[in-house]
């Protein structure tokens, strides 16, 4: 007998919890994919305004960095490359900052009420399963007695692998579930750091090569650096 037939004898809630763990598998993959391309970005980015800030890297090089993230779409690009627009003013970049980090932070969480529910129903399906697969053998008992134990106890044990399945799906997505969340808190967090260093930059970035013709330079000096408000809310 193979695995998915002996897995199919755990009744007819095999068909919900079998499809089930294929979804949340799936979702668990390309969110895995996606965070580690955006985290490997984000921290990129980080690493050379760090440097940046102590006078080790070029601010065209920073600005070249900002505007090749952002054509590859990633989500700190996106949010940074407002820097490389100098007709903002300081009040419209602090506030447009803000309001794409909210905006983006949406596609950091895609599909994670997918594993969310998972968790939280799979076991629930087991244990329904199992219950399901009791009364079957309560109504062998009722209408043959005890004169068939090995149906009855058969009818237990085929009942339990509802439940068995539904609890190792359940563990397997809440382990990377809780994965995935700390890896998107991570870039959050990044991201935030990014644009404080960004905030300090500023003046800096705004005299360095590829500043495009005919934008104005607004001063965003150190009064602005302490008065910038996190992009991410991370509580």
């Known amino acids: 007998m193979n695995g998915l037939a002996y897995l199919m004898r755990g009744g007819p809630i095999m068909y919900i ?27 990129e980015i980080l690493s050379v305004l760090r440097k940046g800030a ?14 090749k993230c952002n054509q590859k779409h990633l989500i700190v690009g996106k949010i940074l490359s407002l820097f490389l627009n100098r007709r903002l003013s300081e009040g419209d970049l602090e506030h447009l900052v803000e309001a794409e980090a909210l905006i983006e932070e949406k ?4 599909r994670m009420w997918i594993l969310d529910t998972t968790v939280t129903m799979a ?20 209408v043959s007695g005890l004169g068939k134990p090995a149906q009855i106890t058969g009818g237990v044990a085929e009942a339990l692998i509802a439940t068995a399945t539904g609890l190792v799906i359940a563990i397997i997505s809440l382990g990377f579930y ?24 500023q003046d800096r970035l705004s005299n360095a090569p590829g500043l495009p013709a005919g934008a104005t330079s607004s001063s965003a000096g150190g009064d ?10 991370t509580r």
């Open 17 to 43: 919890l079998l499809p089930m763990s294929g979804v949340a598998m799936a979702v668990i993959i390309e969110r895995y994919l996606y965070l580690r391309r955006e985290k490997q970005g984000t921290f």
């Open 54 to 67: 102590l006078g080790e890297k070029e601010m065209g090089e920073i600005r070249k960095l900002l505007e």
């Open 107 to 110: 596609r950091l969480k895609q």
């Open 123 to 142: 076991p629930l399906l087991g244990l329904l399963g199992t219950i399901m697969g009791i009364i079957a053998s309560f109504h062998v008992m009722s």
């Open 178 to 201: 809780n994965h995935l969340n700390t890896t998107i808190r991570e870039i959050r967090n990044a991201i935030e750091s990014s644009a404080r260093l960004l905030f300090h930059l």
């Open 224 to 233: 602005f650096a302490a008065k910038a408000q996190p992009a991410f809310n």
